[in-house]
């Protein structure tokens, strides 16, 4: 009956007032219990790093605040054995009637949720879930055909084609605290162990100086990004430094930022724009909601296509022979590879948790083009240590560059660092601010300080191979391997497709073979008459229990994480490599090792809705080349730039 139900609002990644359906719905209708659970066993290998957790902190604190002004405050929960078991005892505690919560769409959370799920409705609690997260429904875009879309263009047409809702739930003006709240076990926001001494006394502090976490301060970084940024929005995509960003990443990670709300400000203020004849909005505005589009295509990719966090999205690419080399994965996280806007790039991702869109393509493209680095280890340290680490986001970014998307980077795509810094860091500023030892560079060279003449580096104070590395891989070297590794990869795709013909081979195998694996997932057009509408859908596949085991990041990975954790404390306060010094010795190995294996460490375990709600088959399709569009986290538009990339003619067998 409405009015007697004690609810317990589980916050997650959705710490807003405003805008937040699970926390409106509660309100309606009786008492409630705002709870947020926090359980590190349950990430795993995907732990939020130290300025995520900071982030985290602060952005828990001033949602307490925001809910004891409204009558309840906020109940903080360290589990150390599972969120399933601290939620249970708190429903138990204050015998509550019902759960909402809003939904996630990462494949951790996926399946942590529908176990939770199953639990609570086993012991008769009810469980309401809420889109707080989408402008879309993953479930809900698909093409003609009913399948699940695997480019982000048609995606993306396809979602301006639909009908949206964008009416917002009104903040609760007060809420009744749920009765009970003295049997709970709860703790301080100090006893999560979010952050360490150390981190409090050094490099957190700096954090606070550039950032305001909270849903309050969020409103008023988004309304100052519309109203001061988003018109010349179009124009700052060129420049890597400053501030030419919205800014607004962080906020939207963790939920203290509407999506909604997001769109229906920026679609407010471009019909503003256009009754005042300012059509210059136009392209600001597209660019803008394109990035919007992104972040929504990332949780469609990973809700559809739960694997993505673990292995390619083209299964062509598990046989890419990458290089395991501890060395080089080193010299890439420290900004040490000899090229200095990806040094630059890397120095500022370590000291501040952040660093511009463009600046993650080109350190990233680098690190799996140059240096054959697998994009798993590089997103699992952008993972570690970004201030605004989202995972579904950082899984489409680092397959789009990689090439292991349909749409995503050409496999033989291999840019230029010495170009992009020329075309992107003109005048060399970002570059002098990230790497002292290249301060006094003059600018002909501050991007190829190895071909300036000898009398230029010594006024410079630069020498080469002691305080400033020489490249770590020649141009033309990792072009040369590149090409090999490919070349490599069709060879051993090819025959493991042969070996599975069983000898039986034809013309038309013959095609197939050659063509790009691309999964295809068809979407159910209708709910089950049983399945609510407000209720999560877990992806099913063919109608089985399928257990995907993903491959964990292994060592040595692990242990060369752990190092930098050790040798972080010789570092000055604000994190940075700038002042390291380069051995005379580095390693530099071109020799391949073999993929990390597999683990089971993370099951996941699809739930079966309707037999023939959604079923997943793998086939072949020949790879067009227009189907190649740009899909990152961010707007990629270097496929113009000829100019950047070296190329050789690819090796793909005929």
């Not at 229906?264 to 503003?272: D, S």
């Amino acid at each position: 009956m409405a009015g007697s139900e004690k609810t317990v609002v589980w916050f997650r990644r959705d710490l807003r007032i405003d805008d937040n359906p699970a926390l409106a719905a509660a309100a309606k209708e009786g008492s409630v219990l705002p709870l947020f659970i926090w359980c590190p066993a349950d990430y795993g290998q995907y732990y939020p790093g130290r300025c995520s957790r900071w982030w985290l902190k602060q952005s828990l604190a001033h949602l307490g605040k925001s809910l004891e002004l409204l009558g309840c405050p906020l109940v903080l929960i360290r589990a150390e054995d599972s969120t399933l078991a601290a939620l249970l005892e708190c429903v138990h505690s204050i015998s509550a009637t019902r759960v909402v919560y809003n939904r996630l769409y990462d494949p951790i959370s996926l399946v942590l949720d529908d176990k939770i799920k199953n639990e609570l409705s086993a012991h008769r609690i009810s469980v309401q879930s809420f889109n707080g997260d989408l402008l879309y429904e993953p479930w809900d875009v698909y093409d003609e055909n009913g399948q699940a879309f695997t480019t982000f263009n048609k995606y993306w047409e396809k979602c301006m084609n639909l009908p949206i809702e964008i009416s917002q739930y009104l903040s609760p003006t007060r809420l009744v605290a749920a009765p009970g709240l003295a049997n709970v076990r709860y703790c301080s926001i100090d006893d999560l162990g979010l952050e360490s001494s150390k981190d409090v006394e050094s490099s957190n502090a700096l954090l606070s100086r550039a950032w305001s976490p909270g849903w309050r301060n969020a409103e008023n970084m988004l309304d100052e990004f519309v109203s001061c940024g988003l018109l010349e929005y179009s124009k700052h995509g060129m420049k890597v430094g400053g501030t030419t960003t919205s800014l607004l990443s962080p906020y939207l990670h963790f939920g203290e930022l509407s999506v909604r709300k997001v769109y229906q400000l920026v679609t407010m203020h471009h019909v503003k724009w256009q009754n005042e004849g300012k059509y210059e909005a136009e392209e600001s505005v597209r660019l803008f909601l394109r990035s919007i589009g992104f972040r929504e295509y990332s949780r469609y990719l990973c809700f559809n296509f739960p694997f993505t966090h673990e292995r390619s999205f083209l299964g062509n690419l598990k046989h890419y022979p990458w290089l395991l080399d501890e060395g080089r994965f080193k010299s890439w996280r420290q900004g040490m590879t000899g090229y200095p806007l990806v040094d630059a790039g890397m120095r500022e991702l370590w000291a501040t948790g952040w660093t511009h869109n463009r600046i993650r393509v080109i350190v990233s493209s680098f690190a799996v083009k140059f240096l054959q680095i697998p994009w798993i280890w590089g997103m699992k340290y952008f993972w570690d240590v970004l201030l605004d680490a989202d995972l579904e986001s950082d899984i489409l970014g680092w397959q789009y560059i990689s090439g292991s998307l349909p749409d995503g980077h050409e496999l033989s795509r291999l840019d230029n660092p010495e170009v992009q810094g020329q075309k992107y860091d003109p005048d060399g500023e970002y570059v002098r601010t990230w790497i002292p030892e290249l301060a006094r560079m003059p600018t002909e060279w501050i991007h190829c300080p190895w071909g300036a003449p000898n009398s230029i580096l010594h006024v410079a104070g630069v020498e080469l191979g002691f305080n400033y590395p020489k490249p770590i891989v020649e141009l033309h070297m990792a072009r040369e391997c590149l090409d090999d590794a490919i070349s490599t990869m069709w060879q051993l795709d090819t025959a493991a497709k042969l070996a599975e013909l069983d000898d039986e081979v034809v013309d038309d195998n013959l095609n197939n073979i050659r063509n790009f694996d691309i999964p295809k997932v068809v979407l159910k057009k209708k709910l089950s008459p049983s399945t609510s509408s407000m209720d999560q859908r877990v992806l099913s596949t063919n109608g089985k229990n399928e257990k995907l085991r993903p491959t964990e990041v292994k060592a040595p990975y692990k242990q060369i994480i752990q190092d930098d954790m050790i040798n972080a404390s010789n570092m000055d306060d604000t994190g940075s490599t700038a002042n390291l010094q380069v051995t005379r010795k580095r390693s530099s190995s071109d020799s391949a090792f073999n993929v990390p294996s597999s683990s089971s460490s993370l099951v996941m375990e699809s739930r079966i809705h309707d037999n023939d709600n959604c079923s997943v088959r793998y086939s072949g399709y020949l790879q067009q080349t227009a189907d190649r569009d740009g899909t990152d986290k961010v707007e990629d538009n270097d496929s113009e730039d000829s100019g950047t990339s070296i190329s050789r003619p690819s090796k793909r067998p005929a």
